[in-house]
């Protein structure tokens, strides 16, 4: 914090710390290890560097109806008989669950993670978590995963019942996740962050989002930009973010594209643009599009970064300014309890 606060005054830009709204219970996203017995299931995270799991039955960082689907679940794999996975032998059936609500925490999304090929291996099991979980189950899916690695999803995937994506309302605008999207795990300060990113936008803007996800951010100003210009690689993010393209009103829609694929592959969509949000992951910029961003042309006036790696962007920080002088850094504390931080910092000629 103090070396980022430090960064901003140095290049005379506005400096900013969010205040740390809720600490506990913020969490609406988790990804659980099923490890155990089918008679004493466990769900949790695993030690640091080890496989050996930590039942977490009542986290206090998960928001309370998490913890509840994961009693759920637990409850449904012991009238199963199923067995949870076992990492040495390759063995058993239940490995991971995904977990998201809405922001209001009256949906859920679940998304059950078995070593096997098919969903019929589990077939005994859905009934039951419909059944535990009722109305408040927006969607239910499968995920195969029987490879011996260490990634929690695999490749096969299957919609049970319910919804393909969770919709939520983000800054007046609706917002599409299907299972396999990203997704933000604090949604009341990335709401914050989404108001933030629009008062930065002028209006009438050519605005082109690079790393859109499922496209909060762009959707969000789609009703007074002049053409809004996604660029996305995930698969379940662009189905997300064309279901959120679907939802705007006609008018809005026909001023959007997507460009599919690595943001360094569309770093010409830069010379379109008069505003440019980006959002990349730790690592940073690709190369491809941070060149095209330090040789901006004149059109474009405003970069509007938000970074997940303040050490990546102060380095590519330091490339922009000659083109782009930084204004603003606001530091927001997506994750409460611990050192990481999410920067986000206007750039404008």
């Given at each position: ?13 506005r ?7 809720t ?13 155990g ?5 466990k769900l949790?995270?695993?030690q640091?560097g ?17 913890n ?10 012991r ?33 059950v ?31 195969g ?18 919804e393909?994506?969770?919709g939520?309302t ?13 997704a ?12 933030q ?9 050519d ?41 705007l ?17 569309h ?9 440019v ?22 059109r ?50």
């Amino acid at each position: 914090m103090q070396r980022l606060q430090r960064f901003a005054e140095e290049a005379s830009a506005r400096f900013a710390a969010v205040p740390i709204g809720t600490a506990a219970g913020y969490r609406h996203r988790a990804r659980l290890a099923v490890r155990g017995r089918a008679a004493s299931p466990k769900l949790g995270l695993f030690q640091a560097g080890t496989h050996r799991i930590v039942d977490i039955p009542a986290c206090l960082v998960h928001h309370p109806r998490i913890n509840a689907v994961a009693d759920a679940v637990k409850a449904a794999v012991r009238e199963s008989g199923f067995s949870p996975y076992a990492d040495g032998p390759h063995r058993g059936l239940i490995r991971y669950v995904q977990v998201m609500l809405d922001a209001a925490a009256e949906h859920v999304q679940l998304v059950v993670v078995t070593n096997s090929d098919v969903p019929e291996d589990v077939s005994a099991l859905w009934p039951l978590l419909q059944d535990r979980l009722g109305a408040s189950l927006q969607g239910l899916f499968w995920n195969g995963h029987p490879t011996r690695d260490n990634a929690v999803l695999g490749s096969h995937w299957q919609r049970i019942a319910g919804e393909p994506a969770l919709g939520e309302t983000i800054c007046g605008t609706r917002v599409f996740f299907p299972p396999d999207a990203f997704a933000q795990n604090n949604p009341a300060v990335y709401r914050q962050i989404v108001a933030q990113v629009g008062s930065w936008v002028p209006d009438g803007s050519d605005l082109v989002e690079f790393y859109a996800g499922v496209g909060a951010i762009g959707l969000s100003q789609s009703t007074r930009a002049r053409s809004v210009v996604f660029n996305e690689l995930g698969e379940g993010s662009l189905r997300g973010l064309s279901m959120g393209i679907e939802a705007l009103p006609k008018a809005a829609a026909s001023r959007t594209r997507i460009h599919s694929g690595r943001a360094g592959e569309h770093a010409n969509l830069v010379a379109q643009a008069t505003t440019v949000v980006v959002d990349p992951p730790r690592k940073g910029l690709d190369t491809e599009l941070l060149d095209a961003l330090c040789e901006a042309p004149p059109r474009l006036q405003t970069l509007i970064y938000l970074s997940c790696g303040p050490e990546a962007w102060m380095e590519e920080a330091r490339r922009l300014q000659p083109v782009l002088p930084l204004r603003e850094v606001i530091v927001h504390d997506l994750f409460p309890w611990t050192g990481h931080v999410e920067v986000l910092a206007r750039f404008a000629r």
